[in-house]
């Protein structure tokens, strides 16, 4: 196996809805995932995931009601690279997905605020693992 030599750090960023929790999800050509980035020098993980939320959103409300624990993804892109997510509450209402510099274009072309089931069928099974962790957490379900 490859060795992984990139990280990348994101949140899981999570809202009350109507019927319960509501997950944010941005979408980059057809793939569907959470707000994340990679980690640059100096930073740690959280810094990263924190600074990412806010550069592909515009998002800076984040409570981290439960807690700091994190999932790491399985290696992706030929086992290269990893992915760190955290779980953070957002009360935030004005999201947008700003222009990124480096690309003179945003990021992403759509964002949605979906439940647990309306979100897993639109992820990868990478990110779906993600999906299920962080519903056991807001939730107290053990994974």
Do not use: C
């Given at each position: 196996?490859?060795?992984?030599?990139?990280?990348?750090?994101?949140?899981?960023?999570?809202?009350?809805?109507?019927?319960?929790?509501?997950?944010?999800?941005?979408?980059?050509?057809?793939?569907?995932?959470?707000?994340?980035?990679?980690?640059?020098?100096?930073?740690?993980?959280?810094?990263?995931?924190?600074?990412?939320?806010?550069?592909?959103?515009?998002?800076?409300?984040?409570?981290?009601?439960?807690?700091?624990?994190?999932?790491?993804?399985?290696?992706?892109?030929?086992?290269?690279?990893?992915?760190?997510?955290?779980?953070?509450?957002?009360?935030?209402?004005?999201?947008?997905?700003?222009?990124?510099?480096?690309?003179?274009?945003?990021?992403?072309?759509?964002?949605?605020?979906?439940?647990?089931?309306?979100?897993?069928?639109?992820?990868?099974?990478?990110?779906?693992?993600?999906?299920?962790?962080?519903r056991g957490v807001i939730e107290g379900i053990p994974e």
């Amino acid at each position: 196996m490859p060795q992984v030599k990139q990280v990348s750090a994101g949140i899981v960023l999570v809202k009350r809805g109507k019927t319960g929790w509501n997950f944010l999800l941005l979408r980059s050509f057809d793939v569907w995932d959470f707000p994340k980035g990679g980690i640059e020098q100096g930073e740690d993980p959280l810094q990263a995931a924190i600074r990412e939320v806010e550069e592909e959103t515009t998002i800076t409300d984040l409570e981290f009601l439960w807690g700091y624990d994190y999932i790491d993804t399985h290696p992706y892109r030929g086992g290269s690279k990893i992915a760190r997510y955290y779980v953070a509450l957002t009360r935030q209402k004005e999201i947008s997905l700003p222009i990124n510099p480096q690309l003179g274009r945003p990021e992403h072309e759509e964002y949605r605020w979906l439940n647990y089931h309306e979100a897993y069928p639109i992820l990868t099974t990478r990110v779906r693992r993600v999906l299920r962790w962080a519903r056991g957490v807001i939730e107290g379900i053990p994974e």
